[in-house]
């Protein structure tokens, strides 16, 4: 998403930077590496000020510091710092003051008592998936300081993950790319940003059943 977006945006500047398609695969491989971790919202914002700020396609460092500038500005923490704090302040989470409401939701989404005791590999990937939800709803406006705990998703917010998972078996999709399609669904219905990024899905997949509820998801699965 993110070369084709450059591509559109800066033309010919764009495909002179590269000598050629082998060349951009290389370059895919090292932007992947390096923006992992960073929630999408973030990067869909990043481009944005990317196309005001540079005429030229700009480097993997200044794109870095237009995500940490767009990140920040919300004051959102990277995933792995988020999952850090969680984790160090899983024995008291009442005591801490934490960097941003959505680390504490995560946090006690994901379980105080689990990420206290069990191994990374067993709740990083949980508190991840908690975490970005939250994070999508501050970016679509939401104040989180203000949501009271019985208003959070459940834990497995109705089994979304799982339902998103079951569809893209349905439609012959990998999972991950079927959680970043559908998941606008995970903000709440009213969200500027969830009709975004709904369109932006029907547009991208125009063959496919795009589900615009998680009702209408559970009955396709």
Not at 55 to 65: D, G, H, K, N, R
Not at 92 to 104: D, E, I, K, L, Q
Not at 128 to 135: A, I, P, R, S, V
Not at 156 to 183: G, H, T
Request: aromatic share 10%.
């Amino acid at each position: 998403m993110l070369f084709a977006r450059f591509m559109t945006i800066y033309g010919h500047k764009f495909k002179s930077a590269f000598d050629d398609d082998k060349e951009i695969i290389i370059a895919k491989r090292e932007w992947a590496l390096s923006l992992a971790g960073y929630e999408e919202d973030v990067l869909v914002l990043a481009i944005e000020q990317a196309k005001r700020q540079y005429s030229w396609m700009p480097s993997i460092a200044e794109f870095l510091q237009l995500m940490d500038q767009t990140q920040q500005s919300f004051g959102l923490a990277p995933s792995e710092q988020a999952y850090a704090e969680a984790c160090r302040h899983a024995s008291a989470p009442s005591h801490h003051p934490w960097s941003h409401a959505a680390v504490y939701h995560a946090g006690r989404t994901t379980g105080w008592f689990e990420l206290k005791s069990l191994p990374r590999q067993a709740t990083q990937s949980r508190f991840n998936q908690h975490y970005k939800t939250l994070c999508q709803r501050v970016l679509a406006g939401e104040d989180l300081d203000q949501v009271q705990t019985s208003a959070l998703p459940a834990p497995n917010n109705d089994n979304l993950f799982e339902l998103i998972d079951l569809w893209s078996k349905q439609v012959n999709m990998e999972p991950e790319q079927a959680q970043s399609v559908l998941y606008f669904l995970h903000l709440p219905e009213q969200s500027p940003l969830r009709r975004r990024l709904s369109q932006r899905a029907h547009a991208s997949h125009p063959a496919l059943t795009i589900p615009n509820t998680i009702s209408e998801l559970r009955s396709l699965v």
